[in-house]
């Protein structure tokens, strides 16, 4: 108990990490940005794919409470990958192009890896998949019906044997840790949670129930993907349920596998060095969940943190701005990119408080009690919005109003704050997420450790889809975080941070990203990392 703490800790930014460190990239042992299974026969994605129009910001901020009947299928799948992890811009640059996301990744590494549980889908063989980014297509990683597995090894009832999908987020570490090292442990749940708030907010736009699950046999599901142990592991998992399946399948007649035998798959390596960070293993180690006893807690944990959590009220003030113009979710999502320059330009308060109570909006899962909780506070530094004098502010979820805590033009410390980042200095508004991290870790133990860092990740791609929908900009931050809590005080004592988003203007036009054809083929793809690696 309090490993996480002790990792925390360990792993803050501060004057002296950051400007003390004498440590540099390491360019020639830089990871090939995509995941390639030479061997594996790749399965094509549908080609005509699209988001149900819907205006992003009901998308974002509800979550359906029955789902709609819908035939699951590749193009439904296709839908969900493209939008959560699909490539829509290609930045070419003489050494090597960056493939940019649909969703945003600290550094533009992108090291969340997507899978796929399926289950009588009208067009493709129940089974296990792996999506490969860079050719836009699957790998089958095992054939046949692993649901009554999946459901075995994850909190009691969170996944409906019946249920036709269920996606698997994770980490394959070295993307990330090149550059961040051990504090990159904590981006795996930033950019994973980035990520995830795409795909509960394409679920919704199709009415569909998700659910983001993070009470499982850690072991059990790195297996069943076939990942290789200090390589990747599962971070979380998104279950869509689908309450109106009439008949109640047997698990004979769905050939349940249940009997998950070690999987060799040949997946080439990324980087010259397999060199690897041990501090990560050891905190992902101990924040590990073995069996059904710490499923079981788990849950009983979540039951009984209604007493300490935060309560938000139900989301009536997003219906009464529907006159506002919002872009729907399909047109949000490729139109994202992180603001590189902001106009020096107020945005109207109402649009502000907009975003703000959009993002802050509830998130199906199984670490709140309910859609309408949160592990979470927002600290805010305003810099430049209509009616609201500059200043920092804490926000009230409830409410959906700013108190202030001191007045004050405060371009200079939020720079500062965010390690000198001039930038976001320059937005509009940047809003800290933190969290009492002794309270909850007491509580439910280290794993909580990984959920506040997810639902940070989670709230920060919620304000980044909440500000592109409204037609602003956003970009994500890192920060000093105890300079950031003693900033926020007497307020935010005994508060930790864990992601920072700042808002604004963009200072120029961008071209949307586009739904873009396969950037590889097999071949190519394998060709590019094997020469990556010479
Ligand atoms: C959680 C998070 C933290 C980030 N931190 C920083 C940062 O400290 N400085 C910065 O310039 N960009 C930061 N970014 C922005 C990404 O580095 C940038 O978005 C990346 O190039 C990916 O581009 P995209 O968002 O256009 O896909 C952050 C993004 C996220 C999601």
Redesign the pocket.
């Known amino acids: 108990m309090d490993f996480s703490i002790k990792f925390h800790e360990k792993t803050k930014h501060s004057a002296e990490s950051v400007y003390g460190s004498t440590w540099s990239l390491d360019w020639d042992n830089r990871p090939f940005p995509f995941k390639v299974y030479p061997d594996l026969v790749p399965i094509t994605l549908s080609e005509d794919y699209k988001i149900q129009e819907k205006s992003a910001l009901d998308a974002i901020s509800t979550n359906p409470e029955k789902s709609d009947k819908i035939r699951f299928n590749k193009q439904l799948l296709t839908t969900f990958l493209f939008f959560t992890g699909g490539i829509s811009r290609v930045i070419k640059h003489p050494e090597h192009s960056f493939y940019?996301?649909t969703a945003?990744?600290?550094?533009?590494l992108y090291p969340i890896e997507l899978y796929v549980i399926t289950q009588n889908f009208s067009d493709l063989e129940n089974g296990v998949y792996h999506f490969s980014v860079g050719d836009f297509t699957l790998n089958q990683i095992r054939k046949g019906n692993y649901f009554k597995h999946l459901s075995n090894n994850c909190s009691e009832s969170e996944i409906d044997v019946r249920s036709p999908l269920t996606l698997l987020y994770s980490s394959y570490a070295i993307r990330n840790s090149w550059k961040y090292r051990t504090r990159s442990y904590r981006h795996w749940f930033?950019?994973g949670g980035?990520m995830m708030a795409n795909t509960i907010a394409i679920a919704s736009a199709f009415n569909l129930q998700s659910k983001i699950i993070t009470s499982f046999n850690d072991q059990a599901l790195n297996k069943l993907c076939g990942l290789t142990d200090k390589q990747e592991a599962i971070i979380a998992l998104i279950s869509f349920n689908q309450d109106d399946i009439a008949d109640l399948r047997t698990d004979k007649k769905n050939n349940f596998i249940t009997n998950v035998p070690n999987i060799k798959l040949d997946s080439l390596k990324l980087a010259k060095k397999a060199y690897n960070f041990e501090s990560i293993w050891d905190i992902h180690q101990k924040t590990s969940f073995l069996g059904r006893e710490d499923l079981q807690k788990w849950n009983d944990d979540v039951n009984s943190c209604i007493n300490f959590i935060k309560i938000k009220k139900p989301n009536k003030i997003i219906k009464s701005f529907s006159q506002i113009d919002v872009l729907d979710l399909e047109k949000t999502i490729l139109q994202r990119?992180?603001t590189n320059r902001f106009k020096q330009e107020p945005i109207p308060k109402e649009s502000f408080l907009l975003i703000l109570k959009s993002a802050n909006s509830g998130i199906p899962s199984d670490f709140l009690p309910n859609n309408e909780s949160t592990f979470l506070d927002c600290y805010i530094n305003v810099h430049d919005v209509m009616d609201v004098d500059s200043g920092s502010y804490h926000y009230d979820i409830a409410n959906n109003t700013l108190s202030l805590l001191k007045p004050g033009n405060f371009r200079n410390e939020t720079s500062q704050l965010?390690?000198g980042?001039q930038?976001f200095g320059s937005t509009n508004a940047i809003i800290f997420l933190l969290t009492n991290l002794e309270k909850i870790v007491h509580h439910f133990g280290d794993r909580a450790y990984r959920v506040a860092q997810l639902e940070g990740?989670i709230v920060?791609g919620k304000l980044y889809l909440s500000s592109y929908a409204l037609k602003f900009g956003a970009?994500?931050?890192?920060f000093f975080d105890d300079e950031v809590t003693k900033f926020f005080s007497p307020h935010a004592n005994k508060k930790s941070v864990m992601?920072a988003v700042g808002i604004g203007i963009p200072d120029y036009k961008t071209k949307a990203g586009k739904k873009l054809k396969p950037v590889y083929t097999r071949e190519k793809i394998t060709q590019e990392l094997i020469n990556h690696l010479t």
């Open positions: 940019m996301r945003s990744a600290t550094g533009a930033w950019d980035v990119g992180s965010c390690l980042q930038l990740g920060s970009r994500g931050t890192t992601t």
